[in-house]
């Protein structure tokens, strides 16, 4: 019996010109996290709190897109800041399950329970 080695290549696929919006990208990205996992994070003032008020994955593809004029809203009406030490004192004594997305070098959250 011969037993014959093909080289692997990738196979032929034509990749399909649609992608995933960005929200939908986002969205798969987006999972629970407790307090302890972000602690360090915070310590380097790299979490942005999100209100309840905002849906968490516009603030997060505005992030990406550097849409200033929609920050600047947001960050003067206090919907999105960088996180508070009384907001992260609370969140650790709550032991808060929160929704996060890493934007580098960000991690966006938000306490929607």
Same mark, same amino acid.
Request: proline content about 4%.
């Given at each position: 019996?011969?037993?014959?080695?093909?080289?692997?290549?990738?196979?032929?696929?034509?990749?399909?010109?649609?992608?995933?919006?960005?929200?939908?990208?986002?969205?798969?990205?987006?999972?629970?996290?407790?307090?302890?996992?972000?602690?360090?994070?915070?310590?380097?003032?790299?979490?942005?709190?999100?209100?309840?008020?905002?849906?968490?994955?516009?603030? +997060?593809?505005?992030?990406? =897109? /550097? $849409?200033?004029?929609?920050?600047? !809203?947001?960050?003067?009406?206090?919907? &999105?800041?960088?996180?508070?030490?009384?907001? +992260?004192?609370?969140?650790? =004594? /709550? $032991?808060?399950?929160?929704?996060? !997305?890493?934007?580098?070098?960000?991690? &966006?959250?938000?306490?929607?329970?």
């Amino acid at each position: 019996m011969l037993l014959t080695i093909k080289k692997f290549t990738e196979p032929d696929i034509e990749m399909d010109d649609t992608e995933l919006p960005l929200k939908d990208s986002l969205n798969l990205q987006t999972a629970r996290i407790k307090w302890p996992e972000l602690e360090r994070f915070f310590a380097r003032g790299r979490v942005l709190d999100v209100s309840g008020e905002l849906d968490l994955l516009t603030v +997060a593809c505005a992030l990406i =897109e /550097d $849409d200033t004029t929609k920050f600047t !809203v947001w960050t003067e009406s206090k919907q &999105v800041q960088h996180l508070q030490d009384e907001t +992260a004192k609370q969140w650790a =004594e /709550d $032991d808060s399950n929160l929704w996060a !997305v890493v934007i580098a070098p960000w991690v &966006v959250v938000q306490n929607k329970r």
